[in-house]
């Protein structure tokens, strides 16, 4: 999927900081980040919207947002627990009350 | 709050197999329903989409009906083929007051044997 382009593809990580990246190319206003655990639907966490985060569900302090431009989008992780382990999947919509998503492959953060 | 459930969390079938996956959904507002499907190592994909506007979504084979009365989402195919083996996500748009999120049930695995 080049639409949507994320990395890296795997992280493992003790307690560290880290930042996973994502871009896409479809010139889509909203972008979004969701949580896949382990058998688990994915769930979402952010929606930016032309550079603005207009929603928030509730996610640990740990995780911080960032969109510096409306094609990328940032997720920075700092002292990581070990219920982050999921996929982390970037997704993108032509706007905010778009349902029709398009998602990247996935970031695969491992906590140990 | 909205909701959606799969009861199947596994179906195996034989090629030219006939394919149910049952979806029932709960919401107060009129509702756009999707199906996705998710192959390993890959992002969800969108298969079909309906709304209150067009009540059944056909794609690739697949069709899905939305049944009011019955608040029911059901993805079904004729004749299921090996490459349709993948986790199949029914999914109801949220439409928040700043902007929608999906909604999914928690996936339905299909093993499709040649």
């Known amino acids: 999927n080049t639409k949507i382009t994320q990395s890296p593809r795997y992280l493992i990580l003790g307690r560290a900081n880290k930042s996973l990246e994502c871009e896409q190319h479809l010139g889509h206003n909203a972008m979004y980040w969701y949580k896949q655990s382990a058998e688990k639907p994915p769930e979402l966490m952010f929606l930016?919207?032309?550079?603005?985060?207009?929603r928030n569900e509730t996610v640990p302090s740990r995780f911080i947002p960032e969109c510096p431009d409306s094609s990328k989008l940032l997720l920075h992780i700092s002292a990581v627990d070990p219920e982050d382990s999921a996929v982390y999947f970037c997704?993108?919509?032509?706007?905010?009350?778009?349902?029709?998503?398009?998602f990247g492959s996935g970031t695969r953060l491992l906590v140990i | 709050g909205d909701s959606v459930t799969q009861k199947q969390g596994q179906v195996t079938l034989s090629e030219d197999d006939f394919l149910f996956i049952n979806c029932t959904y709960s919401t107060t507002t009129y509702p756009t329903l999707l199906w996705y499907v998710q192959y390993p190592g890959q992002g969800p994909q969108l298969l079909l989409k309906v709304t209150t506007a067009n009540n059944k979504g056909i794609s690739r084979g697949f069709e899905a009906t939305y049944d009011k009365g019955t608040t029911s989402f059901h993805l079904q195919k004729a004749s299921v083929q090996e490459s349709d083996s993948a986790v199949y996500f029914c999914a109801l748009v949220d439409y928040g007051g700043s902007g929608n999120k999906l909604i999914f049930g928690t996936g339905t695995l299909l093993s499709v044997k040649p």
């Open positions: 997704a993108s919509s032509h706007g905010r009350g778009d349902s029709d998503y398009t």
């Open positions: 930016y919207n032309l550079k603005q985060l207009i």
